[in-house]
């Protein structure tokens, strides 16, 4: 243990310090956390702050004691009551003597709005407050439920929701998430469950993922073996993937994506149009459906974006792609995307989402 003094004046030093750190002991005790820190990890008391692991490579990866401005980043296992992940973090190490020396373990995040959303994150894991909400896709020319789509719901404790627009972009790429995407598979196997008996035997239910999710081997086999563990026929399955920006790899892409769809699993482009270089990813990986960003659907009534809806459905239909139009919220917008070619659409007016438990009501 290092003396009050040395401590002082280490947190003096940092007292400015933006990102959440916690000093270590190198026998791996805590000996300090800043207010950033307990933020995140949402605890008042030093001596409650989740355990982090530290391997013993990282130690030995600074070899000797006397060299202060050595640090490197990465990946440090956390265990959070009971649960571990992995978090990104940049360890320095500061010899505060000749023979001593402690660790000072920095969580990279990049700004004040991910500190928040990863405490918000870690706070719905904890306390199990994640939930799915769930939004019919219908064939608009016969009202046929032609899918469903799982909608992720972070409680905020307080008896309403987090904005997923504002939480999950920041945090789909941290591995703190892959907690709320295994947790989202014990969620749907409620669905799968009961999905005939509430009337949509012949629906495919797609959960959300982004790109980078899919494109991490142990995931691609997370929903692989979720398909066989269920025994689901395929379609029945899906998966509408986000940020395609992340798709940068197109050969891991194309792999990922077909190993998943070798296993029957539906692959939709979501937000198609919003992102980048959408029309490179309908060319060349294997998807099975193209899912129009709703901000299109929004501004039907504007002339040159009708051209672009109709420019899709016809790319569409020569590829033989399947097309979904998101944000139907009116009956001038369902029959303005009818019009213009597009088949199957979602949307506040032919259903809003809602939980489980209000499709098991109806069905009663
Ligand atoms: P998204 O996948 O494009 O989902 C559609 C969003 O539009 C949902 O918002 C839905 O509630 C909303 N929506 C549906 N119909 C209408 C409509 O007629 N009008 C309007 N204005 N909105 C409509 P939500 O649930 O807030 O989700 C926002 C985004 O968060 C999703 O966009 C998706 O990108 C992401 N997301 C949701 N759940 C998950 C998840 O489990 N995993 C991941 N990685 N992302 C998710
Ligand atoms: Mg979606
Ligand atoms: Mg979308």
Request: hydrophobic share 40%; aromatic share 8%.
């Amino acid at each position: 243990m290092h003396t009050d003094q040395e401590l002082n004046y280490l947190t003096k030093s940092l007292l400015h310090h933006p990102s959440p750190y916690i000093i270590y002991e190198l026998d791996g005790s805590i000996a300090w956390a800043n207010i950033a820190a307990k933020y995140i990890f949402n605890l008042s008391k030093l001596d409650e702050l989740g355990v982090v692991k530290i391997d013993d490579q990282i130690t030995k990866n600074f070899g000797d004691l006397g060299s202060i401005a050595l640090y490197y980043d990465t990946p440090i296992e956390i265990s959070l009551r009971e649960i571990n992940f992995f978090m990104r973090t940049r360890v320095h190490m500061i010899p505060v003597d000749i023979s001593s020396g402690i660790m000072l373990i920095e969580l990279l995040c990049s700004s004040r709005s991910g500190l928040d959303a990863l405490r918000k994150t870690i706070d719905c894991i904890e306390h199990n407050r994640i939930e799915l909400a769930y939004q019919k896709q219908v064939n608009l020319e016969t009202d046929e439920v032609t899918g469903v789509e799982a909608l992720l719901r972070l409680q905020d404790g307080e008896g309403g929701y987090l904005a997923n627009d504002e939480i999950i972009p920041q945090i789909e790429g941290e591995s703190l998430f892959s907690l709320v995407v295994l947790e989202s598979l014990v969620q749907l196997e409620k669905f799968f469950a009961i999905k005939q008996e509430i009337g949509f035997g012949d629906a495919t239910l797609y959960l959300n993922v982004s790109a980078h999710t899919i494109m991490h081997p142990e995931f691609c086999k997370i929903f692989t073996d979720f398909v066989e563990k269920h025994s689901l026929a395929p379609n029945q399955f899906g998966l509408e993937v986000t940020e395609t920006a992340e798709l940068a790899d197109m050969n891991v892409a194309s792999a990922s994506l077909n190993a998943l769809k070798k296993k029957g699993i539906k692959i939709s482009l979501d937000d198609f149009g919003a992102g980048y270089a959408s029309l490179k990813y309908v060319r060349d990986l294997p998807i099975d459906v193209v899912k129009l960003d709703k901000h299109f659907t929004f501004n039907v009534s504007d002339p040159s974006t009708a051209r672009l809806i109709s420019f899709v459905t016809e790319v569409c239909n020569d590829l033989d792609l399947e097309m979904i139009g998101e944000g139907i919220e009116t009956e001038e917008d369902k029959q303005a995307m009818l019009d213009l070619g597009c088949k199957i659409g979602q949307g506040y007016l032919m259903h809003r989402p809602d939980f489980l438990d209000s499709f098991i009501d109806k069905d009663k």
